[in-house]
């Protein structure tokens, strides 16, 4: 009988290491840079936690830009005290960030075409997801569209801070891997 093969673990230690350092950025940002916006009861949360979301997205792929929305924006919600909204923002900013590494992936971070449009699909994912998530709080199909304009600001406004920073932090990490 031949012994059973051991498989290598499909990521090793740098990568947990980044996921790590990923979510902690993407907590930090949506935690200590923020502004709740006035417009009606649910009006949204302005935070620049989509900044780490955009760039770990189009630089590090879509594993590592969906591990660090879900967790990083996940985790804020618990620590804020928004443990209602935690399992929707889980779902929704993971699949966003997903979605972005792939749209960017496919030409490896390099078109700022291709990544704003990665943006722009994540913008819809997240003015549906949080829908759903508000319309299964609220029970109500109306109000979660007080949230739209605030959505819609907070993506606007992490994609100016975030892409133009792709090529300059894009650079950076090839020359941090010849090294």
């Known amino acids: 009988m031949k012994a059973a093969a051991v498989s290598k673990p499909s990521i090793g230690v740098r990568e947990v ?33 989509n900044v780490p979301l955009i760039l770990a997205s189009i630089l590090l792929g879509k594993r590592t830009g969906a591990i660090a929305g879900a967790f990083g924006m996940g985790l804020f919600d618990l620590m804020a005290g928004w ?66 304009p605030g959505g819609l600001v907070q993506m606007g406004v992490a994609a100016v801070i975030a892409l133009p920073l792709v090529p300059v932090l894009k650079a950076a990490l090839r020359r941090t891997r010849r090294a």
């Open 17 to 49: 290491a980044v996921d790590a350092m990923m979510i902690a950025l993407t907590l930090a940002a949506t935690m200590f840079v923020n502004l709740r916006l006035p417009i009606a009861s649910n009006g949204g949360l302005i935070h620049l936690g």
């Open 83 to 148: 443990a209602a909204w935690a399992p929707g923002t889980f779902i929704t900013v993971g699949i966003m960030g997903y979605v972005m590494g792939v749209i960017a992936g496919k030409r490896n971070g390099e078109s700022f075409w291709l990544n704003t449009l990665a943006v722009i699909a994540a913008t819809a994912i997240k003015l549906a997801g949080y829908y759903v998530t508000e319309l299964i709080i609220y029970g109500n199909w109306l109000a979660p569209f007080a949230s739209f």
